[in-house]
């Protein structure tokens, strides 16, 4: 069962799955996710991960023996406007989602969590083991639903993974595509598109080219992550916290080069002064599920813009 596997991620996760031959089942209540992302022929329950009864009589009567919790909702920005929403829906949400697969008798679990549980770190590079503290009621609310999921683990017998990703970006197929993302590729684009100068947001970091550095990641990279961690649950006994990145850092002048390339012209950026809360760089150290599970992102940042436009 794929909670918001109408979503962006879920349902490229979704795809995967069905591609390798699992049975999947979708739970979606479809507040930001599309119904038309689902696959016709995959069951699709239409209701609220906050009603632990609707989840848990959905997981008997798909029969699933796994659950992906991707449901979610994922603003850093609107998470200080709106921050009750995001407790509820991302801890609240992932506490009746844990009560639904004990009523149920499902003991496998993968959470999708996210690098905003870092604590700032100085060097920028993140493994497992660095500090969390997140800075925004976001990513306060999915390390409590990580913590949740360690602490109801000793008691209901369950096999789980966190994966915490980094910047998710890109799409496998047009209609998956993120059409609300207001991360820095498609925000430039959306730029160009409308014929306005794209914006830079700080350019005296220290880092190699002054911009910020961020760990970008197919979500076709992503969704396979899932495929590699489910199955080795059904051989082995899974209790950890992976990062999912692409083990490496792109500056904002980086990315801009690349849609360059990718668009075939040069265009004009606007740099300006920094924003409150910015890091000059957040990168993911990926050693622990390269070496544990062989998994290892495919797709470069070329293909990321290319996807995207
Ligand atoms: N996109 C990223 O870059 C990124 C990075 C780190 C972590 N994440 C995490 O990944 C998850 C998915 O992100 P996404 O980009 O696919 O977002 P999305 O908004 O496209 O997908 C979320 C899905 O969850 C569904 N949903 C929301 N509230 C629900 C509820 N109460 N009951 C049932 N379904 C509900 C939505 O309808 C949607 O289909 C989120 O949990 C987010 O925190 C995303």
Not at 47 to 60: F, K, P, Q, R
Not at 69 to 83: E, F, N, Q, T
């Amino acid at each position: 069962m794929v909670t918001g596997g109408a979503g962006y991620i879920g349902a490229h996760i979704v795809r995967v799955l069905r591609h390798h031959g699992h049975r999947v089942a979708v739970l979606d209540d479809l507040t930001t996710g599309q119904r038309g992302r689902v696959p016709a022929d995959t069951d699709f329950f239409h209701g609220t991960i906050l009603d632990a009864g609707y989840v848990t009589s959905s997981l008997i009567a798909h029969r699933s023996d796994a659950v992906v919790h991707v449901a979610g909702v994922k603003s850093l920005d609107d998470s200080i406007r709106r921050p009750l929403d995001h407790y509820s829906i991302n801890a609240v949400g992932t506490h009746s989602v844990l009560k639904a697969m004990q009523a149920a008798d499902v003991h496998d679990l993968v959470y999708s969590s996210t690098a905003a549980v870092y604590a700032p770190h100085p060097s920028g590079v993140v493994d497992e083991e660095s500090p969390t503290c997140p800075t925004t009621p976001y990513g306060r609310s999915k390390l409590m639903a990580e913590q949740m999921i360690s602490d109801a683990a000793h008691a209901q017998d369950l096999n789980w993974t966190c994966l915490r990703y980094f910047n998710v970006a890109g799409a496998n197929e047009a209609l998956l595509a993120d059409t609300t993302s207001r991360s820095l590729i498609p925000s430039i684009l959306s730029a160009l598109y409308a014929g306005l100068t794209p914006v830079v947001y700080g350019d005296d970091y220290a880092t190699t080219d002054g911009t910020c550095i961020r760990d970008y990641i197919h979500v076709g990279d992503v969704a396979e992550a899932h495929l590699v961690v489910l199955e080795n649950m059904t051989k082995n006994r899974l209790s950890t916290t992976y990062n999912i990145g692409s083990g490496g850092g792109y500056t904002v002048l980086n990315v801009i080069e690349a849609i360059r390339r990718v668009v075939g012209y040069e265009f004009a950026i606007d740099i300006l002064g920094r924003r409150p809360g910015d890091l000059a760089c957040v990168v993911a150290d990926t050693a622990k599920i390269r070496s544990e599970l062989g998994w290892a992102p495919r797709r470069d940042m070329l293909e990321i813009v290319e996807s995207l436009l």
